[in-house]
């Protein structure tokens, strides 16, 4: 219900977001897109170079989104191994790898 009241961001607003700035034509479509994937309901992952803004467009796609009353789930995917990625975004089973001593969900379904 809360969500309801709260005014859903147009996907079309090039303005600049919280916290993000910059006006030109490239960041103009930056705040759009940021919008866009905002008012989704689909997973998000952000890929670029450090110091770009990454962390700072994720903060702003949540908390823009239906879902900003609930956790922000934040994975450094450049900090982990190829082997580790796969079980921390999906989870794994009990045994399915050595060191998998439990069940542990992933991030896109804590998020």
């Known amino acids: 219900m809360h969500a ?11 303005s600049p977001l919280q916290g993000v700035i910059g006006s030109s034509p490239a960041m103009q479509r930056v705040y759009r ?10 997973s998000v992952l952000l890929v670029g170079e450090t110091g770009t803004g990454k962390e700072l467009v ?21 900090a982990l191994t190829e082997s580790l ?7 794994h ?12 969900a992933g991030r896109f379904e804590a998020a």
């Open 93 to 104: 089973v009990k045994g399915s790898f050595t060191g998998a001593v439990a069940n542990r």
């Open 4 to 14: 309801l009241n709260r005014p859903q961001p147009s996907p079309q607003d090039s």
């Open 33 to 42: 897109m940021t919008r866009q994937v905002a008012a989704s309901s689909a």
């Open 58 to 78: 994720a903060h702003a796609i949540h908390g823009l989104s239906p879902r900003a009353t609930g956790p922000f789930i934040r994975v450094n995917c450049g």
């Open 85 to 91: 990625l796969e079980s921390e975004l999906f989870g």
